[in-house]
């Protein structure tokens, strides 16, 4: 009974600690592989991508079968172009997801509190990107950054650079649910990693420890000081 003990507890720590790593880089993408509600979709061949607009007034949502627990999503007034999904060509070596603008969400859910979330990014254009809290909304829900002063958090990242430069926004998650917003002006996602081996807040060594109690019948996370509602909100 002892060894069931023990192996059980291997696979749930084996399970905790794993990461999923999804180099976009590598990654081709067929229409297929796209699901869009409130929204339309279109395949601009000449260009290697393809283009995902809001319905105007509308929440649009993308999902890609290849990034499982994945959500992208863009609300506006007026139609706009949400999302470019780049996928391999001739003339296009790498795949890409680019956020079109500031305030596109990406949602990811089943998250292990204390998993690290990491994107490699890097600007769309001339406006350096910046995950920052602003009028334009809050970036980080449900997570902290890690270094809460780099390049892309602190201060905005360099402007359009080459496809070779890709910069770390490191996350812990304090929630099942992670909800990540570039706010100023948009930004292309080559590679995300979840779960790089941290074994949940209260486990781990290397993370500052959260701690959890009710209060008023409602679950507080206080972390750093900072207290969190379960969905990983600010009060």
Known sequence: MKKIFLFAAAVVAAMTIKAEVYDLNTMTFAQSDLTVTNGTITDNASKSYFEVKNTAGETVELTINKLPNMKFS????????AFKVYYITESNANGKIQMDGNQRDITISNVNVGDKITLWVNSKGDTGAQFADNDKGTAFTGAVALNPSAAGIGSALPGKASETEAYPIELQAIAS???IRETVGGYILQKIQVGAGTQGIENSNAAVKAEKFFRNGQ???RKNGVEYNAIGTQF
């Open 219 to 221: 679950l507080v996370i």
């Open 177 to 179: 649910t992670v909800i």
């Open 74 to 81: 863009y609300k506006n007034s007026a139609e706009k172009t």
